[in-house]
């Protein structure tokens, strides 16, 4: 089935620092969206993406659907402590058999105030 | 409006027991599915329903049973636990399958030992 790397699996940074984390598929979706899950609770959908090269921004949350419909790109710019938590990338297509969401391994965030 | 409400949030069972972990949503939502989050693996779909009466084999179904006799509720059944299962489980719900955003319950722990 279709699966999704998302890198890095884990992060360190400092409050205040700018993150970057990216997801790659080997096959195309039509949409990406981005999930962040707080400890303890469930995944909460950040952004949607549904063209190639579109850029989406939600505050400090910037988001680019790549070109190739093969990856994304979920960048958080001035970090604080409540961005603590795992980051999932989610590819979605349409039609069919399919419309289920595939979920990437997650980057956990942790920040140090 | 409770959203996606899950229950019990912790529960732990010994090898061959028989559960089942229940899902209702109050929101009409045609769409609903379970999850299992294992570390470093994010979220894997189990069994999805895109109505009453209509449920689906996700990515990984063995060992568990799901129906949907109502729109609002959707429950999964461990018929015979194994310490494989051990797991977080998510339930969530979306408007339609396909639907962008889906809305996640807070989740089970459960422990098999």
């Known amino acids: 089935g279709q699966q999704l790397n998302q890198s890095p699996q884990s992060m360190f940074i400092q409050e205040g620092e700018d993150v970057s984390m990216n997801c790659t598929s080997s096959s195309i979706f039509n949409t990406w969206l981005w999930y962040k899950q707080d400890p303890g609770e469930g995944p909460v959908l950040l952004i949607a993406?549904?063209?190639?090269?579109e850029l989406t921004s939600n505050g400090r949350l910037t988001a680019q659907f790549g070109i190739t419909r093969k990856d994304s790109f979920l960048n958080i710019s001035a970090s604080i402590p409540s961005d603590v938590g795992i980051y999932f990338c989610?590819?979605?297509?349409?039609?069919?058999?399919?419309?289920?969401?595939?979920f990437g391994k997650g980057t956990k965030l942790s920040v140090k105030p | 409006n409770a959203g996606v409400t899950q229950t019990p949030k912790f529960q732990v069972l010994k090898t061959g027991q028989s559960m089942t972990l229940q899902c209702a949503q109050d929101m009409n939502h045609e769409y609903m599915s379970w999850y299992r989050q294992d570390p470093g693996m994010g979220l894997r779909l189990i069994h999805y329903?895109?109505?009453?009466?209509?449920?689906d084999q996700g990515e990984v179904p063995n060992g568990y049973n799901v129906s949907r006799s109502t729109t609002e509720d959707f429950p999964l059944r461990l018929l015979s636990a194994a310490p494989s299962q051990t797991s977080v489980y998510f339930c969530?719900?979306?408007?339609?399958?396909?639907?962008?955003?889906?809305?996640f319950g807070p989740g089970t722990r459960l422990t098999v030992l």
């Open positions: 329903s895109v109505g009453a009466g209509i449920t």
């Open positions: 989610a590819g979605l297509n349409y039609g069919g058999s399919q419309g289920n969401l595939i």
């Open positions: 969530a719900s979306s408007y339609s399958k396909g639907a962008l955003e889906q809305f």
């Open positions: 993406l549904y063209k190639a090269g």
